[in-house]
């Protein structure tokens, strides 16, 4: 297999990690004010994803790392393009990462309440935006001579990125309720547990029209075999809610997320940008990529320093495994 076939996967597979890890946390950021009706349970929300939610972005920024270094024409196309989306979703996670050092900084109501709509803006907008941006990857976009982007900010705006950035908001918000159900006990783990039941029907009705909609425009055998996968491990996931079985719902919205992400590279490839004008102008894993002997040296430094950094991360996860409720949480 060619480096560059190699590099597409690990960047999959490192968006795959983000969204699933990122996921959740952004969906507890946004059922703030949903679940947490008083303060000591918004502590208990914040808590959840207080000792991960930073090695989480993580994912993020070694997955721009690798797209930079392994094809720089993709990076330089793609930040140029999307530059105004990008910039939001960067504003927004430092405003949430932010809050979540601050709110607790004063005893006043008004003061956690500002940093409260921090939390929760910073983690629906980035949930959005990250579907409209993978919606237009997916899609294509306008690009012309030397592959730069030649259409505005509102064609970006187009009604299947639209349904992508819904999908992934649903879908996210989902991930992070069923996940407050694992990691809490009481009465908060009953509230998360019932708004991911009724929270569920909108997701299956939204992605099945994501993934219907993708496939009249981009498909393989290999993605719609990932695609049903997808749909199947979603059902499953709402099957396990209503069983009470929330580990069982965390791994089924983890595992729709990771196989919608795997089907849309699987689509896309050898594409890493179709342009929706002449093909000429398309950006693919051939012209878009570094040369054989730097995509050759980071190789060898992902296969040296990628385990030590998902061993630390899994340790992390293991270290504050266990649920946490309001009783927790001194008055």
Known sequence: ME???????????????YFVLEGFDFG???????????????RVLINTIGPVWDGNEVWV????????????EWYATLFSGFYLPLLLILVSLIIRGVAFEYRGKRDDDRWRGRWDLCIIAGSAVPAFLWGVAFGNIFRGVKLGPGHEYIGTFWD??????????????????????????????????????????????????????????????RSRPASVVLGVLAAAALVGALLMVRRKREGWAFAGTAACIGLTVASLFTALFPYVMPSTGLDVFSLTVTNASSTPYTLKIMTWVAVVFTPIVLMYQGWTYWVFRKRIGVHHIPE
């Open 3 to 17: 480096l560059t076939t190699v590099w597409f996967i690990l960047i999959a597979i490192l968006w795959t990690g």
């Open 28 to 42: 507890v950021g946004m059922l703030l004010p949903v679940l947490g009706r008083t303060e000591r349970e918004r």
């Open 61 to 72: 920024l070694t997955a721009g790392g690798a797209t930079f270094a392994a094809f720089p």
């Open 156 to 217: 970006l705006l187009n009604p299947y990125a639209v349904l992508g950035g819904v999908t992934t908001l649903l879908l996210f918000g989902l991930h992070g309720a069923i996940f407050v159900s694992l990691k809490t006990a009481g009465e908060i783990r009953d509230k998360a547990r019932g708004f991911a039941n009724g929270l569920g029907i909108a997701v299956a009705v939204v992605a099945v029209a994501f993934l219907s909609f993708t496939f009249a425009i």
